[in-house]
């Protein structure tokens, strides 16, 4: 399966429900799907051609969720770029991926004129805001607006979605390959874990949407073909807005973002009663904060995500029946849960030989959410993907019923 098929399945299910709300912008599905065909036929009109690489420089936004749709819906690539990055990591992430087009908001329109001269593969840059597009821009309503819809390029399996940059403790960041197989297969296996996911669910994008985690909730979203309600950036004062306007449903957040909701002082003036469960993972949950959003929170379910980039990007979760300090599944919250069912994990030694229960070693995964390697750089694919195993560069044990715990994260 391909990530645009979600939305062709919504359409034929739900054309007339609710797929995007931004601000004051709100699109039914079959709307939506007819915006990204014409997206899609824009850009190739501009002479994007399959599996040519299409950056994205944004704030979260309705629109940056057309672009991760109708690039692949024309059989190219998306790569979404950091914007807490320098102009330098920008500028090396566009022209190692060879991007030929450049999408950016009102926030990074001056960075983007200021780098022009530096990113030659870059033909044309799109200009997504809500302002006055800058000189030498194009607008994006204008390219919509101007085209007919393209027919789906249909791209699945081993061809690749996208390139997601990765960094590491030293040297500029790494461009990661996720294929339409290994996104769909983390998304699936996440998504059958969530019974409170459905069509009728309202997922509310807090966290930075070029983010690869963000992506695994669009993805899940999608899946379930439901309502993506966007905020442009996380504070805990528009989060309680939107779960008590739009009555939210479903959220991703990492931990320091959970802790900030659950001390804010507008947390128990808030109608927090729709939401129904919270993802959470990129980095270690600290216990008292955990305890804390359980105890603010105890009709919602949470559920824990453990993985990186290379595994698209999940590959255990912690269920919402472990996130308890009684009964007989207590004593797991410090785990990251077991693995999902699209892959295989292994604690290996440094001779690549499974360690026995509850003895600490390096986490390995194998499986159908694995990258398809390091985006120009073979010799780091070789290091890190070895006989088909993904080696995390993560310390972890599993006890004997195959509850993973991380005992430490590498840098990235």
């Not at 931004?22 to 007819?34: L, M, N, S």
């Not at 789906?152 to 590491?168: M, P």
């Not at 294929?179 to 409170?196: D, E, G, V």
Request: one cysteine or more.
């Amino acid at each position: 399966m391909g990530i645009t098929q979600c939305v062709k399945r919504a359409v034929r299910q739900n054309p007339r429900g609710c797929a995007a709300v931004f601000g004051k912008r709100a699109r039914c599905w079959d709307e939506f799907e007819v915006r990204v065909a014409r997206l899609a036929r824009g850009l190739q009109s501009l002479g994007l051609r399959p599996g040519e690489r299409v950056a994205m420089l944004a704030l979260n936004s309705d629109r940056y969720l057309e672009t991760y749709i109708a690039v692949p819906w024309a059989g190219a690539v998306v790569v979404p770029l950091n914007m807490r990055w320098s102009a330098a990591e920008n500028i090396y992430a566009i022209n190692d991926s060879g991007a030929r087009f450049l999408l950016v908001d009102d926030l990074f329109a001056e960075l983007a004129a200021s780098i022009r001269p530096e990113i030659a593969s870059v033909s044309a840059v799109i200009h997504m805001g809500d302002g006055a597009t800058p000189a030498g821009m194009m607008p994006y309503e204008h390219l919509i607006e101007s085209s007919a819809p393209l027919p789906d390029a249909g791209r699945t399996g081993e061809d690749l979605a996208g390139i997601f940059y990765t960094g590491g403790t030293t040297g500029f960041p790494k461009g990661v390959m996720l294929s339409h197989r290994s996104l769909w297969a983390s998304a699936a296996a996440a998504h059958s874990l969530i019974p409170t996911l459905t069509r009728d669910s309202i997922c509310l994008h807090a966290a930075p949407m070029f983010h690869i985690a963000d992506f695994a909730h669009t993805m899940l979203a999608l899946l379930a073909g439901a309502r993506h309600v966007i905020i442009p950036t996380f504070t805990p004062e528009e989060v309680l807005t939107a779960v008590e306007e739009h009555r939210v449903t479903g959220i991703l957040l990492v931990p320091t973002m959970i802790h900030g909701l659950v001390t804010h002082p507008l947390l128990p003036k808030t109608d927090l009663s729709p939401l129904q469960h919270i993802l959470y993972g990129a980095s270690p949950m600290p216990e008292e904060t955990l305890r804390h959003a359980i105890h603010a929170l105890p009709w919602c379910r949470f559920f824990h995500a453990y993985g990186q980039t290379e595994l698209s990007p999940l590959a255990t979760a912690l269920t919402s029946e472990y996130h308890t300090y009684e009964g007989s599944t207590a004593g797991k919250l410090t785990s990251v849960g077991r693995a999902l069912s699209c892959c295989d994990i292994e604690v290996v030694d440094g001779e690549g030989i499974e360690v026995p229960r509850g003895t600490v070693g390096e986490i390995r995964v194998r499986g159908f959410n694995t990258m398809l390697g390091y985006w120009n750089k073979p010799e780091e694919t070789a290091a890190t993907l070895r006989d088909g195993w993904v080696y995390t560069g993560d310390a972890g044990r599993m006890d004997e019923e195959g509850f993973l715990y991380v005992v430490d994260l590498q840098v990235a």
